[in-house]
């Protein structure tokens, strides 16, 4: 009975340590676009869409993100990674930086 306890138990740690380890963090992009923001409250977000109709959701605090109301041209340094939005899979950015641009 305890070889099996053991064997459990050991395979139950090598699942669990491979479930938790991540992969190397991808680099930074910066990437520069329309941002405006869409969906209606609560679940409304910022989103970047660029001259090649790529878009990414703009994933950044409060503060910041309340500055965006009005639709404007921003370079923005992020990591994309994928995730849903209302359920749908899109790239989404996590912004290191962003910048306004003039027209």
Request: a neutral charge; aromatic letters at 8%; one cysteine or more.
């Amino acid at each position: 009975m305890s070889v099996i306890r053991s064997a459990l138990v050991a395979t139950a740690l090598l699942v669990f340590t491979g479930c938790v380890s991540t992969g190397p963090a991808e680099p930074p992009i910066t990437v520069q676009g329309l941002v405006s923001f869409r969906g209606a409250e609560p679940f409304a977000a910022a989103w970047l869409e660029t001259d090649m109709q790529t878009f990414y959701v703009l994933v950044m605090d409060d503060a910041r993100g309340a500055a965006l109301m009005t639709p404007a041209m921003y370079r923005v340094t992020g990591r994309v990674y994928r995730d849903s939005w209302n359920g749908i899979p899109m790239a989404h950015l996590a912004v290191d930086s962003m910048q306004r641009m003039d027209r």
